[in-house]
């Protein structure tokens, strides 16, 4: 045998370069590779005053309920035996599991009981756990167009293929969806997912009339495909609350919905949920093993929960949210309404932007680095990632403070406008 005379630390130094971690990337994570760091500023650009963020979508920082979340963690950890710091197994914390089922039911004219729900760490991992159950790699999964940037990488991650779908005011175009469906099926392949946010979607800000859930059910029931509602912003509206709830449309079969308290309360409790059928639920458990959630979250938020503090809280938000709203809507519409167009959202976090007269996402995303402001090109929203063009900008308007919101705006709009002009960073 032929050995070096390099030590093994230095041969592995040398093995273990860059090149090497790529090479050892599996077919799916490859293909992904140029996407790059889609939620960043551009890394080259230097930014002439420090920056503001338009591009988090997130719960205002200076809201969170901090008092009633410490006041809730004392009492976790004054007991006196270890419930909230020990290992947690099944479907997750009882407690929450049967607010969330009189809230589901009491709000969205459901029957569910606790045993309809599965805590998950985030929404993120309730739609990991149902696409790594149900997806083989090469099986399709239907988005509307544009969606959540994340669960693409999600399905991307378990080999699904994605066929995109647009949408209208009215949501997804199921009549599109049906004759993609029919074309699909003399190729040999079959929809077995239809992925849609079905409440002030992220990024579009568009909710889907009832009208079309109704269409989207029944061809849900003739081509026999599964529909995962993401409902991360339903709870968030500025006036009225979504109408008919999709799961409750369909008496519960065939729809997996997927909820989260990161945009309500707080990203960082990672608590999220699936609410399904429990035979369904049973099929996702078989793919989860994590030793439980983080069982302090929970036990914290199941104390926020019986003091009764979600709603009043919530309440707050949704004022909150519909006043910066209305600030950045109108500050686009005086400053900017040549080179963006937009529909005002009636919930959630987002404004998006169709940029006028060829300007680019990827010159503005840049340019407003430059001034001092942070947005998100759209194209990430799109599942061909790698997109450099574009005319979409996804604004979010909830992580930033109220005192800065005008000036963030104000710096997209120099932006805009230095686009329009040729001066583009
Ligand atoms: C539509 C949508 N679904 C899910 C998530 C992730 O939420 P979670 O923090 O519960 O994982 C987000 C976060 O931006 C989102 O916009």
């Not at 009633?68 to 270890?82: A, F, G, P």
């Not at 599965?118 to 239907?142: C, E, K, Y």
């Not at 609410?275 to 199941?302: C, E, I, T, W």
């Not at 959202?345 to 010159?363: D, I, N, V």
Request: overall charge positive; aromatic content about 10%.
């Amino acid at each position: 045998m032929n050995r070096s005379s390099k030590n093994p630390k230095d041969l592995l130094r040398e093995f273990w370069q860059k090149d090497q971690y790529v090479q050892y990337t599996n077919a799916i994570t490859q293909k992904r590779l140029g996407a790059g760091n889609l939620w960043a500023p551009p890394d080259d650009i230097v930014p002439r005053n420090p920056l503001l963020y338009l591009s988090v979508g997130i719960p205002d920082s200076d809201w969170l309920p901090r008092a009633e979340l410490n006041q809730s963690l004392r009492r976790v950890m004054s007991r006196k035996d270890d419930a909230g710091l020990r290992y947690g197994f099944g479907k997750g914390y009882y407690p929450i599991r049967k607010f969330l089922a009189e809230k589901y039911n009491r709000e969205k004219g459901l029957d569910a009981t606790e045993e309809w729900f599965l805590l998950t760490n985030g929404s993120t991992v309730a739609i990991d756990l149902i696409v790594r159950a149900l997806i083989n790699p090469g099986d399709v999964i239907v988005t509307e167009t544009p969606t959540y940037m994340g669960s693409l990488s999600n399905f991307l991650g378990v080999g699904a293929e994605i066929c995109p779908i647009p949408m209208d005011q009215s949501g997804l175009k199921v009549e599109e969806l049906a004759r993609k469906i029919k074309s699909l099926k003399e190729t040999g392949k079959r929809v077995k997912l239809v992925y849609v946010i079905s409440a002030f979607q992220n990024p579009s800000g568009l909710s889907m009339s009832t009208q079309r859930k109704k269409e989207l059910l029944k061809l849900a029931a003739d081509e026999k495909f599964l529909i995962l509602d993401d409902d991360a912003y339903g709870d968030l509206y500025y006036d009225a609350p979504p109408k008919a709830n999709l799961a409750a449309l369909s008496g519960g079969a065939g729809v997996l919905t997927v909820g989260t308290f990161s945009k309500t309360v707080a990203t960082g409790l990672r608590i999220g949920w699936v609410h399904a059928h429990p035979d369904a639920l049973n099929l996702f458990s078989r793919v989860k093993f994590d030793m439980g959630q983080n069982q302090m979250a929970l036990h914290m938020m199941g104390r926020f929960l019986d003091g009764g503090h979600l709603e009043p809280h919530v309440n707050r938000m949704r004022l909150l949210y519909k006043k910066k709203m209305k600030l950045a809507a109108d500050l686009m519409k005086t400053y900017l309404s040549d080179l963006v167009s937009f529909e005002r959202p009636a919930g959630g976090f987002y404004l998006w932007l169709k940029l006028k007269k060829g300007l680019t996402a990827k010159a503005v995303w840049r340019t407003a680095t430059q001034e001092g402001v942070s947005v998100n090109p759209g194209y990430m929203s799109f599942p061909d990632l790698n997109q450099e063009k574009g005319e979409y900008l996804r604004i979010a308007y909830s992580w930033t403070p109220m005192n800065q919101l005008k000036e963030a705006v104000l710096r997209l709009a120099r932006a805009c406008r230095r686009v329009a002009e040729g001066d583009s960073a």
